[in-house]
């Protein structure tokens, strides 16, 4: 690719628009050009977050999961910028990009972006914006999807208190068993929906650490009082 078509792709990316001829330069001499062959995994998922790549030519498929049955997510092509938050952030690889024809990709490294920081380059800091966005608004799809989540959880609990209330009849309690279930099959549904929103892969340690606070918190223990009094009204019968 000549010089000149580089300098182009990628001032037209969502993440350069609007920089200098110059800024597009110091950027484009900061990385390097490579040309993958059909099959090549550009990034992969839970690696290390070291460089942006952006795809200059050719498609790829962006897949989350097990290797041995990955979910494709999407099909992108010329332009898109891929792994952007891993140039501000030490962050592990939240999915898998595989090249589904021969590509040309620009690659960026998480090192030659912060030497464009420390030289005071406007080119560097003026990437940092359009990378917060992105951040941002992955931020504002987890807070509505946790106002979901909590939202079910509250219904949850109103569904629990009708236990107390009820005549204990047994069509009664079949039925409110059964709009239960739903709603427990409406909540995983909504955390399977964060979980790929967001693609956060959770350190385990971190994650046992939460799950211990969680259960300590006093939203737990009402949550349990009523579970445990549910058991119990089983058991009466």
Same mark, same amino acid.
């Given at each position: 690719? =000549?010089?000149?078509?580089?300098?182009?792709?990628?001032?037209?990316?969502?993440?350069?628009?609007?920089?200098?001829?110059?800024?597009?330069?110091?950027?484009?001499?900061?990385?390097?050009?490579?040309?993958?062959?059909?099959?090549?995994?550009?990034?992969?998922?839970?690696?290390?977050?070291?460089?942006?790549?952006?795809?200059?030519?050719?498609?790829?498929?962006?897949?989350?999961?097990?290797?041995?049955?990955?979910?494709?997510?999407?099909?992108?092509?010329?332009?898109?910028?891929?792994?952007?938050?891993?140039?501000?952030?030490?962050?592990?690889?939240?999915?898998?990009?595989?090249?589904?024809?021969?590509?040309?990709?620009?690659?960026?490294?998480?090192?030659?972006?912060?030497?464009?920081?420390?030289?005071g380059h406007s080119a560097g800091f003026?990437?940092?914006?359009?990378?917060?966005?992105?951040?941002?608004?992955?931020? =504002?799809?987890?807070?509505?999807?946790?106002?979901?989540?909590?939202?079910?959880?509250?219904?949850?609990?109103?569904i629990l208190d009708l236990f107390h209330?009820?005549?204990?009849?047994?069509?009664?309690?079949?039925?409110?068993?059964?709009?239960?279930?739903?709603?427990?099959?409406?909540?995983?549904?909504? =955390?399977?929906?964060?979980?790929?929103?967001?693609?956060?892969?959770?350190?385990?340690?971190?994650?046992?650490? =939460?799950?211990?606070?969680?259960?300590?918190?006093?939203?737990?223990?009402?949550?349990?009082?009523?579970?445990?009094?549910?058991?119990?009204?089983?058991?009466?019968?």
């Open positions: 690719m =000549q010089i000149d078509d580089l300098y182009t792709r990628l001032s037209e990316t969502s993440l350069l628009q609007g920089f200098s001829g110059d800024e597009i330069q110091r950027i484009a001499n900061a990385g390097y050009v490579r040309e993958v062959e059909a099959g090549t995994v550009l990034m992969a998922e839970g690696s290390d977050s070291d460089s942006l790549i952006v795809l200059l030519e050719g498609e790829a498929e962006v897949l989350k999961g097990k290797v041995s049955r990955p979910h494709r997510l999407a099909i992108v092509g010329q332009g898109t910028v891929l792994g952007e938050i891993g140039l501000l952030l030490e962050v592990p690889r939240t999915g898998t990009v595989r090249a589904i024809s021969p590509c040309q990709i620009f690659v960026l490294h998480r090192n030659a972006f912060l030497d464009l920081l420390d030289e003026k990437m940092c914006l359009p990378i917060s966005k992105v951040l941002a608004a992955r931020l =504002q799809g987890l807070t509505d999807e946790v106002v979901k989540i909590l939202a079910y959880n509250d219904a949850l609990l109103d209330k009820h005549d204990r009849s047994r069509d009664g309690t079949d039925q409110i068993r059964d709009v239960l279930l739903k709603r427990a099959e409406t909540l995983r549904a909504r =955390q399977d929906e964060l979980r790929k929103q967001l693609c956060i892969e959770i350190d385990q340690d971190k994650k046992a650490r =939460q799950v211990a606070e969680i259960t300590k918190s006093e939203y737990f223990q009402k949550l349990r009082k009523k579970v445990k009094a549910l058991k119990n009204l089983g058991e009466d019968r």
